[in-house]
């Protein structure tokens, strides 16, 4: 039998948390998610790490730290020693403590999801050129979750602020999305033919105006949040303007995306994939998340708290995609599934297997949840529902 699972922790300069499986099969190793923010060097748990698995649900994640190791992460798909430290109760325990029953969640996603494209159509009117603003339209109100947005209006009014402050910086977030996809579906990208249930873009309008309806939305998306954005400071508006700008470019989306087509056919480690996915997918949904307490006002550990809690679920986020990939049709994804398996792409269903990559994601929901607890339950509930929906969502 194996021994007890360790978790340690510490706050480095390399956020990070990693379980540790101690046992004497060669062939097991640590699950692990990483990001960066600078921090304190100490830790509590470093001195008894003996103690820190009872303790595990009061952890903070900005405390949590990879145990080194020398395995490969390729090899954690063979062990059967691993077991969940999080189960579907911890779950339960924390939905049912927040003031705000499902149904009126399910309405809270509906009414913002609905003021959101309303903002967004406005945003982009059709006009002269017509072509290439039925292009950014075609994919811009082509549905999805909104998720990005709605995180961005939860976290401004979990923090005190109105929903008008953070809309202008909402539908940049989602604009900013919607370019990624556009271009990340493009032949000389994924190549793919579906998003959303519809053709993309270049698919209906050529490559060539494809590309160019992602600059445009690209560039809109900032002069929207400064020429739209009110009653909010102009050093808030500039602090949010550049923590979005950082979730894009080099050292955010796009330096994860690169990383992406680079690792197809190759063997890529547990660390490896983390970045790409901290990178590619969290970056955008943490500071979507962050800007919207920027522009309520919020202070700096509020700010910190949600850049953590969103971190968590910006990784859940891409954990539970990579698992639906594998396990749900095209048709209901709304894209074309096994797109990661053809292409040899690292996933983490691929180096941990999907029971393990399910657990984990399990664990990435109760530690953002985990975070809403310096928060008044009653603004947090959307937040922690938030979290579970995408732990739990079908496409």
Known sequence: MASPVTFISTRTQGLAASISLNSSSPNLIPMAFSATISSCQTSPFLNNPSNVLENLSRIPFVLLKRVPTKTKATHIAKSSLFQPLLTEEVMTKSLQQTPLHASQFEEYMATKAKNVNKALGEAVPLQHPLKIHEAMRYSLLAGGKRVRPILCIAS??????????????????????????????????????????????????????????????????FQHVAAKTTKVSPDRVIQAIAELGSAVGSEGLVGGQLMDLCSEGTEVSLSELEYIHVHKTAKLLEASAVCGVIMAGGNVIEIERVRNYARCVGLLFQVVDDILDVTKSSEELGKTAGKDLASDKATYPKLMGIDKADKFARILADQAMQELAYFEPTKAAPLCYLADYIANRKN
Request: a negative charge; glycine letters at 10%.
């Open 156 to 221: 401004c009014e979990l923090v005190g602020g109105d929903e008008s402050l953070a809309m202008p910086i909402a539908c940049a977030a989602e604009m900013i999305h919607t370019m990624s996809l556009i271009h990340d579906d493009l032949p000389c990208m994924d190549n793919d033919g579906l998003r959303r249930g519809k053709p993309t873009n270049h698919k209906v309008f050529g490559e060539e105006t494809a590309v160019l309806a992602g600059d445009a939305l690209l560039s809109l998306a």
